[in-house]
């Protein structure tokens, strides 16, 4: 794995701690959308997408 690969993987992680810790509600239903896209880009190794998917993420639990 390339060091963006080996940092978008680790956003990834992040991004799915914050979310499991966060309280059920619209904000949470939000980021798992925005989540599930960053991990079909991520699977289409599209690191720029699963880069924006992921901030849309922790933007929606914030």
């Known amino acids: 794995m390339s060091p963006e690969q080996t940092k978008t993987a680790d956003k990834m992680k992040s991004v799915k701690a914050t979310w499991d810790k966060a309280p059920a509600g619209p904000k949470k239903d939000a980021a798992l959308k925005h989540y599930q896209a960053a991990e079909k880009a991520h699977a289409a190794k599209n690191d720029a ?14």
Not at 49 to 62: C, G, M, Q, R, S
């Open 49 to 62: 997408e699963t880069n924006k998917e992921l901030d849309a993420a922790t933007h929606a639990l914030a």
